[in-house]
């Protein structure tokens, strides 16, 4: 059973930046997720275990950068130039049943409670 902690949400104005935490036991592969009020959960980014293998939303692609240290057991989320479309909730998920940078939503197996990330003028 893995558990996964998410902080570093707040709320910024548009063009500034945030980074993301999730702690997570093991060397799972991770992603990211957000869902605003009303809207579908959406993929952001996902990482392989070993953090060679990445992958990006065309949305955030080139503004936000995922990565891990599995020393410190933690996944970040760098999100810059950050704008108004970004406001969600973010989640990030885990599973074991992977090795490269997969993750469709469905196929993750563990999920933090989320934190909320605000950009607003």
């Known amino acids: 059973q893995l558990q996964l902690v998410e902080s570093g949400g707040g709320l910024v104005q548009p063009g500034g930046s945030l980074r993301l935490s999730c702690a997570v036991s093991?060397?799972?592969?991770i992603g990211w997720f957000r869902q605003a009020p009303g809207k579908e959960r959406e993929k952001v980014s996902c990482?392989?275990?070993?953090?060679?293998?990445?992958g990006y939303a065309d949305s955030v692609l080139g503004r936000f950068t995922i990565s891990r240290d599995n020393a410190k057991n933690t996944v970040y989320l760098q999100m810059n130039n950050l704008k108004p479309e970004d406001t969600a909730t973010y989640y990030c998920?885990?599973?074991?049943?992977?090795?490269?940078?997969?993750?469709?939503?469905?196929?993750?197996?563990?999920w933090g409670k989320g934190t909320l990330v605000t950009v607003v003028s």
């Open positions: 990482i392989s275990p070993s953090g060679r293998t990445t």
């Open positions: 093991g060397e799972p592969v």
């Open positions: 998920a885990a599973t074991l049943k992977y090795y490269s940078a997969y993750c469709p939503p469905d196929g993750m197996d563990y």
